[in-house]
């Protein structure tokens, strides 16, 4: 946790801009860079940018893997670099459900150039990485919707992350989304609780679960917020 925040911060230091923080976060998101090889050679354009640009995001968000190895095996449910677990098996810092997952599912073995490679530690995958990508099923399902109507327009990470998408209708309604993979409620509610005292200028703000959630746990987050401009739904019913 402390090593997520320090992530976070540093996201947000002064001399960057809300422009740096989404480049950053989209690039830790993206599962094209879950490892980027030393060798700067095979490194992409974009990789071999970013550790030019912020290289101190770099160095907070990975860490060396030096193994005579010519394949890494990655999870198949988020797709982050899995690391060995003390059983001689390998476990992921993405989720709980990451490793339920792994316990059915053969890992995706992946072969690599390089020996030599820089892998997203623990801190970015479980902070960063694994809920962006269920950030993407997200945007997947707006850019479904563009396609068939452009009705509204969207911004990721508004002002620094306030909100996971902010969406602006033709006719001036906005609303904002946050998406949530937590198995505890009790952090939800506080979350809700924080937007609702302070209060928030979007017409109505949706915080979305992935479909496993039980519905004992959505049904407890509804009834707190009863009443409230925030409703709890899961991706389905988004």
């Given amino acids: 946790?402390?090593?997520?925040?320090?992530?976070?911060?540093?996201?947000?230091?002064?001399?960057?801009?809300?422009?740096?923080?989404?480049?950053?976060?989209?690039?830790?998101c993206d599962p094209l860079n879950v490892y980027v090889p030393m060798d700067c050679l095979l490194q992409t354009k974009e990789q071999s940018e970013f550790i030019r640009k912020y290289s101190d995001m770099h160095e907070l968000a990975y860490v060396p893997l030096k193994a005579n190895k010519t394949e890494i095996y990655c999870c198949p449910t988020c797709g982050a670099v899995l690391f060995e677990a003390g059983d001689a098996g390998y476990h992921c810092a993405g989720s709980n459900n990451c490793?339920?997952?792994?316990?059915?599912?053969?890992?995706h073995r992946i072969p690599v150039q390089s020996s030599d490679l820089w892998v997203l530690n623990t801190s970015a995958v479980h902070n960063i990485f694994t809920p962006g990508q269920f950030e993407?099923?997200?945007?997947?399902?707006?850019?479904?919707?563009?396609?068939?109507?452009?009705?509204?327009?969207?911004?990721?990470?508004?002002?620094?992350?306030?909100?996971?998408?902010?969406?602006k209708f033709k006719n001036g309604v906005v609303w904002a989304i946050d998406a949530k993979m937590t198995d505890k409620p009790i952090y939800l509610i506080d979350d809700m609780?924080?937007?609702?005292?302070?209060?928030?200028?979007?017409?109505?703000?949706l915080y979305v679960l992935p479909n496993r959630q039980k519905k004992t746990l959505v049904s407890a987050i509804k009834k707190e917020i009863e009443g409230t401009k925030i409703s709890c739904v899961t991706l389905s019913e988004l």
Avoid at 7 to 26: G, H, P, Q, T, W
Avoid at 99 to 107: A, D, G, I, P
Avoid at 146 to 158: N, T, V
Avoid at 193 to 205: C, L, P, Q, S, T
């Fill in 1 to 28: 946790e402390y090593v997520g925040q320090k992530l976070y911060l540093a996201m947000r230091k002064e001399n960057y801009s809300e422009y740096d923080y989404v480049s950053i976060r989209s690039f830790l």
């Fill in 99 to 107: 490793n339920r997952v792994l316990q059915r599912k053969v890992s």
């Fill in 136 to 167: 993407k099923k997200i945007e997947a399902q707006l850019q479904t919707i563009l396609k068939q109507s452009s009705c509204f327009e969207y911004e990721r990470w508004p002002e620094f992350d306030l909100w996971d998408f902010r969406i």
């Fill in 193 to 205: 609780r924080k937007h609702i005292n302070k209060g928030f200028a979007e017409d109505r703000v």
